[in-house]
């Protein structure tokens, strides 16, 4: 079985990094170490070895803790093939479909995710049965997704959300890069305000909280693009829109602004 540990930095950027790990074989993978020290103070803890760093992509807020922590471990380092210039230390080329770590009948493989940039990789656990979690990095957060801003394409974005994250099953955990429960919640408040799922939601929230994707698809406004609470709310704003993908390169819009 694999298991997981989040790792939250608290930094301006609300960093998450990531141990997936093994107790059965003592091996571990950290994705997007942050804090290097900190993931081998949790390391040593959990009586694990290091053997892989896998990036979600090149970011340095995702990769600032790759040097420090392949001297400490010789671990590799692993990333998409548009990163290879980019990555610190970067080892080994992933693309889509690769299997990076499997336990038993647990695997976590590899999703090519492009949008928030051109270099971005996803790893999902997966059994045989089912997808049981995804590290989404800075293409999917809680109530909200990524920006565009450095080195991505909102269009782009749209693609990788409708065709591959809105079909994940309702169980499947999200782990993302970054803890912006905050501000992308009062960002629903603002763009999606009968949302009553929602508000119910955000009194029971812990800190740090993971959720499933069954809370995504009704708390998250990128993915209630054709509810009539956003379609009144971008009316109300005056903010035309034509179809499905133009409702959510308009959210992406005004949450950049916003």
């Given at each position: 079985m694999i298991e997981i540990l989040p790792i939250f930095t608290n930094s301006p950027l609300r960093?998450?990094?990531?141990?997936?790990y093994s107790n059965r074989t003592g091996e571990a993978y950290c994705i997007d170490p942050f804090d290097a020290k900190q993931i081998l103070?949790?390391?040593?803890?959990?009586?694990?070895?290091?053997k892989g760093i896998l990036n979600t992509h090149e970011h340095g807020d995702h990769t600032q803790g790759n040097l420090e922590l392949k001297e400490e471990t010789k671990a590799?380092?692993?990333?998409?093939?548009?990163?290879?210039?980019?990555?610190?230390?970067?080892?080994?080329?992933?693309k889509e479909g690769d299997i990076v770590f499997s336990v038993e009948e647990e695997l976590l493989t590899v999703w090519d995710t492009p949008g928030h940039t051109f270099s971005h990789l996803s790893f999902v656990r997966k059994n045989q049965k089912t997808i049981l979690?995804?590290?989404?990095?800075?293409?999917?957060?809680?109530?909200?997704?990524?920006n565009c801003f450095r080195g991505g394409d909102p269009q782009v974005l749209y693609e990788t959300i409708s065709s591959r994250f809105e079909s994940l099953p309702d169980s499947c955990l999200l782990y993302?890069?970054?803890?912006?429960?905050?501000?992308?919640?009062k960002f629903s408040e603002h763009i999606d305000p009968k949302n009553e799922f929602r508000n119910s939601y955000k009194s029971s929230l812990k800190p740090f909280q993971i959720s499933e994707?069954?809370?995504?698809?009704?708390?998250?406004?990128f993915f209630r693009r054709n509810t009539n609470s956003v379609k009144d709310r971008l009316t109300e704003l005056k903010e035309t829109y034509t179809d499905d993908r133009s409702v959510f390169l308009t959210l992406r819009k005004l949450r950049d602004h916003w």
């Open positions: 960093n998450f990094s990531y141990l997936v103070n949790q390391s040593k803890r959990l009586g694990v070895k290091i590799i380092v692993y990333g998409h093939k548009n990163a290879k210039d980019k990555i610190p230390g970067l080892d080994q080329i992933l979690g995804i590290f989404s990095g800075d293409t999917l957060f809680n109530a909200g997704v990524g993302p890069g970054h803890d912006y429960w905050e501000n992308n919640l994707m069954d809370a995504e698809k009704i708390i998250n406004p």
